[in-house]
């Protein structure tokens, strides 16, 4: 079983900036693709932004030039630096991530998909 652990969520004016972080945790043998998405009241859940392995990166529109994502992979991190934020970018920040895993105590292996709990971002003057 894999946790996904993240911070940096709050509240912060708008134009202002934050910085989320997720870290996986557990008996991981590589994390492919990691990703944020978020969701607004009455909403559904929808991308922000995702990083391959590789470090190759997509992002929605509306967030486009203002986030950026990143990752280090020796610390099995994931961040989203989040500059020039709007009130509609107020949401609950979700860390999702595709991780090739070790089933139990064994050394076979699977590929799943885990999510974060979340984490509240309020733009708000």
């Known amino acids: 079983q894999v946790q996904l652990v993240e911070s940096g969520g709050g509240l912060v004016q708008p134009g202002g900036s934050l910085r989320l972080s997720c870290g996986a945790s557990?008996?991981?043998?590589?994390?492919?693709?990691m990703g944020w998405y978020r969701q607004a009241p009455g909403k559904q859940r929808e991308l922000v932004a995702t990083i391959t392995s590789d470090s190759s990166t997509n992002y929605a529109d509306s967030v486009k030039g203002r986030f950026t994502i990143s990752r280090d992979n020796a610390k099995n991190t994931v961040y989203l630096q989040m500059n020039s934020l709007k009130p509609e970018d107020t949401a609950v920040y979700y860390c999702n991530a595709e991780v090739r895993g070790y089933i139990g105590s064994s050394s076979y292996l699977r590929t799943s998909n885990y999510w974060g709990q979340g984490t509240q971002v309020t733009v708000s003057s």
């Open positions: 557990g008996r991981i043998f590589r994390l492919n693709a």
